[in-house]
C-alpha cells in the first residue's frame, strides 16, 4: 500500500468494504421498493390470484375446480402471487440499482449500452409473459381437459400446484422471448458471427423442440407453443444482429468520466 492511499484511508481494503456497504445499500433500496409495492397490493391479493387463476377456470369443465390441500394454501398462495407481482412491477427500479452499483466499473461506450438492454429485456420479458397467460395457458388447459375427459375424473388442481405450473411456464416464455438480446450480445462480444449462428441454426431448432418437451405438457401442441417462437425469435435475433451489429467497427473503450 503506496503512503499516499495510507494517508487518505483508501487502501484495498476500505475499498473493498465500501463496495460492500453499497451493494447493501442498493439491496435494501430494492428490497424496500418491492415490500412498498407489495403492501399497495396486498389487500387485493384474492383478486390477483383470480385473475392469474382464470385462463384455468375459464377452461375447466363443469364439475371442474381449483382445491386447496395444504391448510394454509388459501393464504399463502396468493400472498405469493402478489409478491411476485410486486417484484416484476418493482423490476425497473431494482435493475437500476444493479445498474448504478455496476456503472462506475463500466466504459463510456457500455454505458451507452445498458439502458437500452435492459429496458428491452424487461419488455420482452413482459412480453413473454403475455404471451404465455393469453395465449399458452388458454391452449395448454383446453387440451388437457380434452384428454381428461374420456378418463371421466373430475379435473381439480392444488392451488399450489397450479402456482408452480404458472410460473415455470412465465419463466420459460420470458426467458424464450430474450433470445434476440442473447443473440445480439454474442455477437457484439465476438463469441458468434451471424454466418455461424445461420450454420449453426439446425441444431438450434432441434434444441428448440428438445426444451420445449421438457418444459411443456407432454402434448404436440403445447411443445409447438414454445418450440415455434423459440425459432421465430432466433431469427429475429440473427436479421437484429445483421442490422445493428455487423459491420460495426469496434469501438475503442473509453473510460467514463467516473473512471
Not at 45 to 71: E, H, Q, S, W, Y
Not at 177 to 200: A, D, N, Q, S, Y
Not at 232 to 255: H, M
Request: glycine share 6%; with cysteine; charged share 10%.
Amino acid at each position: 500500500m503506496s503512503q499516499v492511499q495510507q494517508s487518505l484511508g483508501e487502501g484495498p481494503e476500505s475499498s473493498f468494504v465500501s463496495h460492500l456497504v453499497e451493494l447493501r445499500d442498493r439491496l435494501i433500496r430494492a428490497s424496500i421498493a418491492i415490500i412498498v409495492v407489495f403492501l399497495g397490493l396486498v389487500y387485493w391479493a384474492p383478486d390477483i390470484f383470480k385473475l392469474l387463476a382464470r385462463p384455468l377456470m375459464m377452461n375447466l369443465p363443469k364439475d371442474g375446480k381449483l382445491i386447496v390441500t395444504d391448510v394454509t394454501g388459501s393464504f399463502f398462495v396468493p400472498m405469493k402471487v402478489t409478491m411476485l407481482v410486486a417484484f416484476v412491477i418493482a423490476l425497473p427500479y431494482v435493475l437500476y440499482q444493479i445498474w448504478a452499483f455496476i456503472a462506475p466499473g463500466l466504459y463510456q461506450n457500455e454505458k451507452k449500452l445498458v439502458a437500452p438492454l435492459v429496458g428491452t429485456s424487461y419488455t420482452l420479458f413482459l412480453c413473454g409473459m403475455a404471451f404465455a397467460y393469453f395465449v399458452v395457458f388458454p391452449t395448454i388447459f383446453r387440451v388437457m381437459t380434452h384428454y381428461n375427459a374420456p378418463l371421466g375424473a373430475a379435473m381439480n388442481t392444488d392451488v399450489d400446484n397450479y402456482l408452480g405450473f404458472v410460473l415455470t411456464m412465465f419463466l420459460a416464455f420470458g426467458v424464450t422471448f430474450e433470445v434476440p438480446i442473447f443473440v445480439i450480445l454474442l455477437v457484439r462480444m465476438g463469441l458468434l458471427t451471424v454466418p455461424k449462428l445461420k450454420e449453426i441454426r439446425p441444431y438450434v431448432v432441434v434444441g428448440a423442440f428438445v426444451v420445449s418437451a421438457v418444459v411443456t405438457p407432454p402434448d404436440v401442441f403445447s411443445q409447438l407453443i414454445l418450440a415455434v417462437p423459440l425459432i421465430v425469435l432466433y431469427e429475429a435475433g440473427i436479421i437484429a444482429a445483421r442490422l445493428f451489429v455487423s459491420g460495426q467497427p469496434n469501438a475503442t473503450p473509453e473510460q467514463g468520466s467516473d473512471a
